[in-house]
């Protein structure tokens, strides 16, 4: 993974040392809060119902185990002992106290992590999908030019005060784990014809109030015009973007107003006066970055054929326990490298747990784990779970075994329960309603393993208000909590999918209150169980029948109920 040169080091340094003073000032009453607060949100420090909430950027949601031990000591010493792990592969810390922030920060950055650029409208944590590396579907390594983006972006002062937020993610599997499509800029990397690495790159997508999907704006990029294609985009949305009026504020408004086609023109236009400029990518420098992500340290005692299968002892712990086996085959992904899988720790164990939330506990742990099944390295997921990347297949069932004695094992991956939510009305100030008691009571119903591995892969989303921040639309069931007359209510989707066949759902009607949510959506599956083909996913099943099936079900039942 990537080290900190001394210019990040510098660097760092020296901004935790101005915001020092910067709360120094605060707390002595020589800076009021409206003036703090474009300086403390730069330092990712946002004010929230309760307290501070402090939001730790983790570059493409890798972390060593060093790293993850300090976040472990961040939560135990000046939170409430644990953190929250978002979709943005960052995390959260909810009960930060003002005075203890510059502390946190210059503890943060003894092991090379800051809070730096995670709020604002500037460019924010470039993501790239959890299994990057060792994914079997890759392509190629998506992490060095990640990394080049990042540094490229951090503290860039053009881009520093965009009319936005600005978001971007890079993929390079056959199945997109990333997300790109729901993104300002979504980048695919691929190789061509000729072997060259080339670039796909799509702008204009995001969610929130006016949810949309990016569009494809240029094709077959040569990759060392990342960095000045990327800039070229920016400057035309400095440039046009909406400044009046922050809910129009985002590229793909822009995009949709003058259409994909005048936008990626006045892109072209704006790239001629880059291309080819101090910008351009060099090989020699993406090998240098690239040489940090270089895995050497695999085992070489090992077939390649599929060890996983061939192992007796895995064999025979797969069928003698029926829970390692479904752990097995929903939590364990194959491995580029024979005789190594990924691991996902699930953070869903069920309804005492908030989707995303970790304990200091937990995360030392997990660290150790790192260390002891595989190279002390940690990744983050969209869908706030933890993965250990380079697992022996000989090591898992002591890895499950681990994990089971500290609720980081639940089988559910992709299904029902492996949802996904905001920290919604009970933290943040911005939300509508809840998500928490919402996902909670939602998890209490179908607390049937069996019957959710039954139902197959099904993914829920709720987000507490219109930022969607926990990515509602593009659940399979998406759940939005909505504010009635100062009564929090809950609005449904349904139809929407992330990946390569990303989709928005669709609104199946009128909203509802929170105690009939678990009823509303058994209703919903209890329709997809009627109407599906044999095994057919639910969102190929909404796509054959639509939603009006679904309406029916739902609201015709409700009303029998009444």
């Known amino acids: 993974m990537y080290r900190y040169d001394e210019n990040d080091a510098v660097l760092v340094r020296e901004r935790t040392e101005e915001f020092r003073d910067q709360v120094r000032r605060r707390l002595s009453g020589a800076l009021s809060e409206e003036e703090f607060l474009p300086l403390r949100l730069q330092n990712g420090l946002y004010m929230q119902k309760h307290a501070y909430m402090l939001r730790v950027a983790i570059p493409y949601g890798v972390l060593s185990s060093a790293q993850m031990r300090m976040l472990a000591h961040i939560a135990r010493n000046y939170d409430r002992g644990y953190g929250h792990f978002t979709t943005r592969q960052n995390i959260q810390y909810n009960w930060i106290r003002l005075e203890d922030a510059p502390d946190i920060l210059e503890k943060l950055a003894t092991v090379e992590m800051h809070a730096i650029q995670t709020s604002g409208n500037c460019v924010r944590n470039i993501t790239t999908e959890q299994f990057a590396g060792v994914a079997k579907d890759e392509i190629l390594d998506p992490?060095?030019?990640?990394?080049?983006?990042?540094?490229?972006?951090?503290?860039?002062?053009?881009?520093?005060?965009?009319?936005?937020?600005?978001?971007?993610?890079?993929?390079?599997?056959?199945?997109?784990?990333?997300?790109?499509?729901?993104h300002d800029v979504g980048i695919y990397l691929y190789r061509d014809a000729d072997g060259e690495k080339r670039l796909r790159v799509h702008a204009g997508g995001g969610l929130g109030r006016t949810p949309m999907l990016s569009t494809l704006i240029r094709d077959a990029l040569p990759w060392q015009h990342l960095l000045s294609y990327v800039e070229a985009i920016l400057r035309v949305?400095?440039?046009?973007?909406?400044?009046?009026?922050?809910?129009?504020?985002?590229?793909?408004?822009?995009?949709?107003?003058?259409?994909?086609?005048?936008?990626?023109a006045e892109v072209e236009q704006e790239w001629q006066h880059l291309k080819d400029g101090p910008a351009t990518l060099t090989e020699a420098e993406y090998e240098r970055v690239a040489r940090f992500f270089l895995q050497e340290g695999y085992a070489s005692d090992v077939d390649h054929a599929d060890h996983a299968a061939e192992d007796p002892g895995l064999a025979r712990d797969r069928h003698d326990n029926k829970r390692?086996?479904?752990?097995?085959?929903?939590?364990?992904?194959?491995?580029?490298?024979?005789?190594?899988?990924?691991?996902?720790?699930?953070?869903?164990?069920?309804?005492?747990?908030?989707?995303?939330?970790?304990?200091?506990?937990?995360?030392?742990?997990?660290?150790?784990?790192?260390?002891?099944?595989?190279?002390?390295?940690?990744?983050?997921?969209?869908?706030?779970?933890?993965?250990?990347p380079d697992?022996?297949?000989?090591?898992?069932?002591?890895?499950?075994?681990?994990?089971?004695?500290?609720?980081?094992?639940?089988?559910?991956?992709?299904?029902?329960?492996?949802?996904?939510?905001?920290?919604?009305?009970?933290y943040c100030s911005l939300a509508n309603a809840r998500s928490l008691p919402v996902a909670a009571a939602i998890a209490q119903r179908f607390d049937d393993l069996d019957y959710l591995c039954d139902l197959g892969n099904l993914s829920l989303n709720i987000s507490g208000c219109i930022n969607a921040?926990?990515?509602?639309?593009?659940?399979?069931?998406?759940?939005?909590?909505?504010?009635?007359d100062g009564?929090?209510?809950?609005?449904?989707?349904?139809?929407?999918?992330?990946?390569?066949?990303?989709?928005?759902?669709?609104?199946?009607?009128?909203?509802?209150?929170?105690?009939?949510?678990?009823?509303?959506?058994?209703r919903i599956v209890d329709t997809y169980c009627r109407h599906r083909i044999a095994?057919?996913?639910?969102?190929?099943?909404?796509?054959?029948?639509?939603i009006e099936a679904f309406k029916a079900g739902v609201y015709r039942q409700a009303e029998t109920a009444e």
């Open 535 to 546: 095994d057919e996913p639910f969102i190929d099943t909404v796509s054959r029948i639509g």
């Open 324 to 388: 390692f086996a479904q752990w097995l085959k929903r939590n364990v992904r194959e491995h580029k490298m024979p005789g190594y899988a990924s691991v996902t720790l699930s953070t869903k164990p069920g309804a005492a747990t908030p989707p995303g939330d970790v304990t200091a506990e937990q995360m030392e742990h997990i660290a150790t784990w790192a260390e002891e099944f595989g190279f002390g390295e940690i990744r983050i997921a969209h869908e706030q779970n933890v993965i250990l």
């Open 487 to 522: 009564e929090e209510w809950y609005q449904v989707t349904i139809g929407g999918a992330q990946g390569n066949r990303s989709a928005l759902g669709k609104v199946i009607g009128p909203s509802f209150r929170a105690e009939e949510m678990p009823g509303v959506i058994e």
């Open 143 to 182: 992490r060095p030019l990640a990394e080049i983006l990042r540094q490229w972006s951090t503290l860039n002062p053009e881009f520093a005060f965009l009319p936005r937020k600005f978001k971007i993610a890079i993929s390079s599997s056959e199945e997109d784990r990333a997300a790109v499509r729901m």
């Open 237 to 264: 949305y400095n440039r046009y973007g909406r400044r009046d009026n922050k809910y129009k504020a985002r590229i793909k408004i822009l995009v949709k107003a003058i259409g994909a086609e005048a936008f990626a």
């Open 469 to 484: 921040c926990g990515h509602h639309h593009m659940g399979n069931i998406g759940v939005l909590g909505v504010d009635k």
């Open 391 to 426: 697992v022996r297949t000989r090591d898992l069932h002591a890895l499950w075994q681990k994990a089971l004695q500290q609720g980081l094992a639940t089988p559910n991956l992709g299904l029902l329960t492996d949802m996904i939510a905001c920290p919604g009305g009970d």
